[in-house]
């Protein structure tokens, strides 16, 4: 015990400022590495991310329905209509465009190849479905047509003004259109029609108080729009 | 938050028990209509699941004097003591099972659902299953679905909805017609239809024009117990309030009906 030198050496009193000083650069160092990747992940989580999560599918034949809108009378209705039970019609079957396309009308190719490949062999186009939902979502156009009176373009924007079938997003994971997310990866909402997810039906259906009868929520009851 | 267009209803039923013959079409008519999975074994019964479930039931009395009565149950719907304080429904963690104040029907949302069991637990009538696997329907079987309910997946309860899609496809031709209100007949059960003995009515348990407010009699006073002195509902004293209700002129069927000790009194409603 008695042999023992003085713990405190001068070199001692010296390292405490120069630890200081390579910790303040390693400290620069660490947050600057932080903010690399930051930005790093932000890029792979708004761009990166997104263009992965979907991938791209064409409609089997492009249609035009600026064209269509124009040569038909009744407006949406004319393809598009509920039936007499109460269902929707949907995306029409060969059937409504033969009554027209027997044989070519236009001079557009897709039109040719639309009667070669499908009519003639009369064989129904296998269309995607932009607004298809889960199959636990129960929707009625009744509903919403006749009785809350509302128009097409509310819930599915301006497709009616298109001229060709917009691309078909599909979520990789999901299996579920990219208009059911919407295009805003942050789902951010402007119009609408951005939208198809089950917080924009509730939100239109507190504000319109639609069968708000709920017991554990006091909001929408389940059963008005799940099966 | 009281919905203004139309009436509160309380979809109900009512099974005649004199009249049932335990043949079980209304299990098979349900597990058609709801898409019922079922497994290659069907032996352990603990493990299926059957929305509605035809029970047997005995006076337990030796021959000649053995008697045997059959039970359909569905889910029985409870009310409870007050609005949708059901077993099930005030337990749920998820709201994955819910009271709709508009229609009495007892939802169940199976993408909601994360399969803990407490309602299953909770559930006096065993109305109640879980899907331990995942459905796997045998050969072309999967075209034959149907599309207006929608399948379950490994991991979620399932139990009877009412058909309650048959009201939903209901309402969308009321729509059309320009109606609010259904027809008694419009909105009827597949096990109601299937019923070769026309041993169960169903209907809305408010409305006095409908046959099962006429031959229930529901006293509003009593949470709806029945007025008509052959009718009984399950396990009444518990209070659940239920929406399920049962017709029987036998004595030992109707306190079987409430699970009476033989040192106990008569059933509650007598």
Redesign the interface.
Known sequence: MSHSSDPVSPEGNESPAATSDTESKDGAVIILFFIIGLAASMVVGWVVFPTLLYSKKYQPVSFNHTLHVKEVENGCQSCHF?R????FSGIPTLNSCKSCHESVQGETEEEARFVSQYVDRNREVPWLIYSRQ???V?F????HI??AKMDCVTCHGHIGESDRSPVYEVNRITGYSRNIWGKSIAGIKHNSWDRMKMDDCSACHVRE???????????G???VC?? | ?K??DSKAKKYGMVIDLDKCTGCGTCMVACMAENNVPFKKDETDKRLSITWMRVFKLTNGKPYPDNEICYLPRPCQHCEGQH??HSPC?SV?PA?AT??????G?V?Q????CFGCRYCMGACPYHARYFNWWDPVWPGEMEKYLNP????RMRGVVEKC?FC??RA??A????????RKELKEKEYQTACTQACPAGAIVFGDLNNPEHEVHQVAQPDPHHHGRPKNPNAFRLLERLGTNTKVYYLSSREWVRRAGDNYLDSEGSASHE
């Open positions: 509920l007499k039970d109460g269902t889960p199959d636990c129960f009625s156009h009744a509903a006749v009785t108080n639609v069968r708000q009868t709920s017991v554990q929520t006091e909001k009851g389940c059963f799940h099966k | 938050m919905h203004v609005t949708g429904v749920c709201t819910d009271y709709d104040s508009e229609t029907i939802s949302i199976y993408t909601r207006d309910v929608s399948p909805s309650y899609h939903q496809l309402m969308e031709k009321a729509h059309v017609e320009g």
